[in-house]
T-cell receptor, first 110, second 116 residues
Framework: RKEVEQDPGPFNVPEGATVAFNCTYS??????FFWYRQDCRKEPKLLMS???SGNEDGRFTAQLNRASQYISLLIRDSKLSDSATYLC???????????FGKGTRLSVIA | GAVVSQHPSWVICKSGTSVKIECRSL??????MFWYRQFPKQSLMLMAT?????????EQGVEKDKFLINHASLTLSTLTVTSAHPEDSSFYIC????????????FGEGSRLTVL
């Protein structure tokens, strides 16, 4: 049973494009949600948390739909430096381990 | 911000040897650290939860006698891969939450193990 599912991609988009990633999770008791970014052969780094009301950080917008158990990430005006793997991450509660999706690979091309 | 340091970042060893990986929280105390393993093009898979002063909790399918975890202080957890084999070659990443923090994990830089 896959707890966090993502489209693996790759998504190949031109600079300046808008791209959206989706993620679904199976545990309805999950309480915290995140998008992490992982560059090749590097550790994951937090991109942004995801809140029920939706939240925006510059060119990045995250949305959460608890009823559908669905999370999204929208990247506007893509930059070459946005090329990476984006990991959808879910936490049940408190100090329990995070559960990672397999990631969606994004390549932004000039 | 919080920093987690992992060492070594790269290690190559012969089959049958043991390799120790260290994970340190540099500016905060971490009562719990997590060890993940990531194979190429795969997601991070939790191996074990390391608890300061007590035994680690291993995920199903992870051999505790092969992957020895020690969390002797609030700033250091170690993972020892004993009698390493080529199939143990992977990217090992530790992570930690500081005291009072919820949600966000801080990751070490990862250790790439290659077993010949």
């Amino acid at each position: 049973r896959k707890e966090v599912e993502q489209d693996p991609g790759p998504f190949n988009v031109p600079e300046g494009a808008t791209v959206a990633f989706n993620c679904t999770y199976s545990n309805s008791a999950s309480q915290s949600f995140f998008w992490y970014r992982q560059d090749c052969r590097k550790e994951p780094k937090l991109l942004m948390s995801v809140y029920s009301s939706g939240n925006e950080d510059g060119r990045f917008t995250a949305q959460l739909n608890r009823a559908s158990q669905y999370i999204s990430l929208l990247i506007r005006d893509s930059k070459l430096s946005d090329s990476a793997t984006y990991l959808c991450v879910v936490n049940e509660a408190g100090n329990t381990p995070l559960v990672f999706g397999k990631g969606t690979r994004l390549s932004v091309i000039a | 911000g919080a920093v987690v340091s992992q060492h070594p970042s790269w290690v190559i060893c012969k089959s049958g040897t043991s390799v120790k990986i260290e994970c340190r929280s540099l500016d905060f105390q971490a009562t719990t650290m997590f060890w993940y393993r990531q194979f190429p093009k795969q997601s991070l898979m939790l191996m074990a939860t390391s608890n300061e002063g007590s035994k680690a909790t291993y995920e199903q399918g992870v051999e505790k006698d092969k992957f020895l975890i020690n969390h002797a202080s609030l700033t250091l957890s170690t993972l020892t891969v004993t009698s390493a084999h080529p199939e143990d070659s992977s990217f090992y990443i530790c992570s930690a939450r500081g005291q009072g923090r919820t949600g966000e994990l801080f990751f070490g830089e990862g250790s790439r193990l290659t077993v010949l």
